[in-house]
């Protein structure tokens, strides 16, 4: 069991910036990828990003240019989220699984979860 704990989350302003930290306890493995993803009220929860413990990254259309994931080590992960729009509205939440490659990183039903902390931008 891989427990995860997000913080920093909060309400800005569109245009501003907020930083995710996401910090994993239990039974961390290596290698693995560490990621985020968000769901919008009334909306499927979308991946956002993931970076693997080999530093292989990738971002969601929607985010490339304005969101920058990165890491400490095996067991945490951020994300610096800027230029921030109200369509970036959502419950963030940080995910644990093992790194079974790219094509997996999108899919919502693999890995550990944390309990998700609430990103708010007003326009």
């Known amino acids: 069991q891989v427990q995860l704990v997000e913080s920093g989350g909060g309400l800005v302003q569109a245009g501003g910036s907020l930083r995710l930290s996401c910090a994993a306890s239990?039974?961390?493995?290596?290698?693995?990828?560490m990621g985020w993803y968000r769901q919008a009220p009334g909306k499927q929860r979308e991946w956002v990003a993931t970076?693997?413990?080999?530093?292989?990254t990738n971002y969601a259309d929607s985010v490339k240019g304005r969101f920058t994931i990165s890491r400490d080590n095996a067991e945490t992960v951020y994300l610096q989220m800027n230029s921030l729009k109200s369509e970036d509205t959502a419950v963030y939440y940080c995910?644990?699984?093992?790194?079974?490659?790219?094509?997996?990183?999108?899919?919502?039903?693999?890995?550990?979860w944390g309990q998700g902390t609430q990103v708010t931008v007003s326009s």
């Open positions: 995910n644990f699984r093992p790194d079974l490659g790219p094509g997996s990183w999108s899919l919502v039903d693999l890995g550990s």
């Open positions: 239990g039974s961390i493995f290596v290698p693995n990828a």
């Open positions: 970076m693997t413990t080999s530093g292989n």
